[in-house]
């Protein structure tokens, strides 16, 4: 099936009334983008920021009356550009969306996968995993520079924790790479189901894996703890990650900007020894083991 496809350049605050308009002007579906390089890093709670320059995209049937259409729009917009409608050409999109995901290596034995690929190196050990609903596919630096952390540590027998799990795909990788038993938390539902279905496509018994919902309570400290959120919640959150981890344990934490990594660090120094931060691009790793 064709399509339609209409741009209309806005600001962050006219960007819902453009949508609205072209809704009404017969669009199936509005999508709004960043029109140029401006990252939205950490909102403030309860918040849905948009980039300053923002680009509304209207999605239409290509047999709608595109007089009919444009008029109306003009109408409401009075843009000062002309507004063309382009032909969006009909592909298959879920195959263009699997494009986009590929093989990726994490540290010297670890390696995420998509189900529809096969793994480069059958004698790695290979996390397959989708994209999907929560969090986590390992193509973000805090998620990549956690897993190659992971990659590092000798997991044998060790107890995992992975505070906000996501899609579990770090509980997960660290019982591949040798934990005995891993837990995952999370206020999201969907997360935790996500992080179930992954661990059953990687052969992960039931038993193995501990999913809780919302924050724990009274668990049983273990061996390493890790934390792929944002600098808000680990601060706020500190005093019981802290307590989740035993004397001598490992800690990862990520999430985390560059400008709020010395804040993290001197926050978690209350317990732990800090190493030297792990940084790729803007973001940052911080490790320690807890006195």
């Not at 308009?21 to 579906?29: F, T």
């Not at 992954?198 to 018994?205: D, F």
Request: charged share 20%; hydrophobic share 45%.
């Amino acid at each position: 099936m064709a399509w339609l496809q209409l741009k209309v350049r806005s600001s962050a605050a006219e960007a819902d009334a453009v949508e609205d308009i072209l809704l009404a002007a017969g669009a199936a579906a509005v999508t709004l983008e960043d029109s140029g390089d401006q990252p939205l890093f950490e909102p403030p709670i309860g918040t849905t920021p948009l980039w300053h320059d923002t680009t509304v995209v209207g999605l239409f049937n290509a047999d709608i009356d595109v007089a009919t259409a444009t008029q109306h729009i003009n109408a409401a917009l009075q843009p000062s550009e002309l507004l063309k409608f382009e032909i969006l050409e009909d592909k298959d999109w879920v195959r263009a969306w699997m494009d986009d995901y590929h093989p990726i290596q994490f540290g010297e034995r670890l390696w995420i996968c998509p189900s529809w690929c096969e793994p480069p190196k059958p004698e790695a050990v290979n996390l397959m995993l989708d994209p999907g609903l929560a969090f986590g596919t390992g193509t973000h630096p805090t998620t990549a520079m956690c897993m190659r952390w992971l990659d590092r540590q000798d997991l044998a027998g060790k107890a995992v924790w992975d505070y906000g799990c996501g899609s579990g795909i770090l509980a997960i990788a660290a019982l591949l790479l040798g934990a005995t038993t891993a837990t995952g938390n999370d206020i999201d539902p969907q997360a935790l189901t996500a992080s179930r279905d992954n661990a059953q496509r990687n052969g992960i018994a039931d038993e193995k894996l501990n999913l809780i919902l919302g924050a724990p309570k009274d668990a049983e400290p273990v061996d390493v703890v890790v934390a792929n959120i944002l600098a808000g919640p680990l601060v706020a959150l500190s005093e019981g990650i802290a307590a989740l981890c035993k004397p001598g344990g490992l800690l990862a934490l990520s999430g985390i900007l560059d400008t709020q990594a010395n804040d993290i660090a001197e926050c978690y120094s209350q317990w732990f020894d800090i190493d030297p931060p792990t940084v790729t691009e803007e973001w940052v790793c911080i490790t320690g083991r807890k006195r």
